[in-house]
């Protein structure tokens, strides 16, 4: 555990906007509350608007159509996002926990509402989540373990982070998976993707995301009763 901390602390993370492993066998039921989210910019050259920055996002509140994501992988609020191919809206974004919430102008069907924990992790508790990867048509599906329930980065440790609080996972992650919901054993949201490290092939080995009590902080009021 020494080691894993002294190398979480002296390595530069990488951000990643999206998602990675395939679905195992039977049907993991996270997968029916994700979908892919890209935002639109502006193309100055051609006058048009264009896709960009492919992430991952987790369906919270059915009767309100909010999505949870993470906030570098969106605009700012009032941005314009596509999830699964219906036009949203970003309605709240905290880069500092970098968190934000997106609003979907129609219903995207056969999508169940995530529940937040009541509790935060702990050491070695399990956990899974899943999530898209650019370039990939459907999506990958980790399973892992909490390595630590809340690390905070010193100041200029890693500048590329977006957020000096983590919990952190040993758990598979694939480059372009952040926004991914991360869920307990009993399918809760403790977690949303933010981070991984040691990055080759594709696949990291470590990877981190918010804090339940950031969770709460941010977006409590946002999920479905």
Same mark, same amino acid.
């Given at each position: 555990m020494r080691r894993l901390l002294a190398s979480l602390v002296i390595a530069s993370f990488l951000l990643l906007p999206t998602s990675s492993t395939?679905? %195992?066998?039977?049907? /993991? %039921?996270?997968?029916? &509350?994700?979908? /892919?989210? =890209?935002?639109?910019?502006? $193309? @100055?050259? *051609? @006058?048009?608007? *264009?896709?960009? $920055?492919?992430? *991952? %996002? !987790?369906?919270? $509140? =059915? =009767?309100?159509?909010?999505?949870?994501?993470? %906030?570098?992988? #969106? !605009? /700012?609020?009032?941005?314009?996002?596509?999830? $699964?191919?219906?036009? !949203?809206? #970003?309605?709240? &974004?905290?880069?500092?926990?970098?968190l934000a919430i997106v609003e979907t102008k129609h219903y995207v069907e056969a999508r169940k509402a995530l529940k937040l924990a009541s509790k935060p992790v702990k050491w070695f508790d399990r956990i899974k989540t899943a999530g898209f990867s650019l370039g990939y048509p459907y999506a990958f599906y980790f399973e892992g373990t909490v390595a630590l329930p809340s690390f905070t980065f010193p100041d200029g440790v890693a500048p590329k982070l977006t957020s000096r609080t983590y919990t952190i996972f040993d758990m598979p992650i694939a480059g372009r998976q952040s926004g991914s919901p991360i869920l307990n054993e009993d399918g809760r949201l403790v977690s949303v993707m933010q981070i991984g490290y040691g990055m080759q092939g594709g696949f990291g080995v470590v990877s981190g995301g918010a804090t339940l009590k950031q969770l709460k902080g941010f977006a409590a009021d946002y999920f479905g009763r």
């Open positions: 395939q679905a %195992a066998s039977p049907y /993991p %039921a996270i997968l029916d &509350s994700i979908a /892919p989210i =890209q935002h639109l910019e502006f $193309n @100055g050259e *051609t @006058g048009d608007l *264009t896709l960009a $920055n492919h992430c *991952t %996002a !987790g369906f919270i $509140n =059915q =009767q309100k159509r909010y999505w949870l994501t993470a %906030a570098h992988c #969106v !605009g /700012p609020v009032g941005n314009k996002e596509v999830i $699964n191919g219906f036009e !949203g809206i #970003v309605i709240a &974004s905290d880069l500092e926990v970098d």
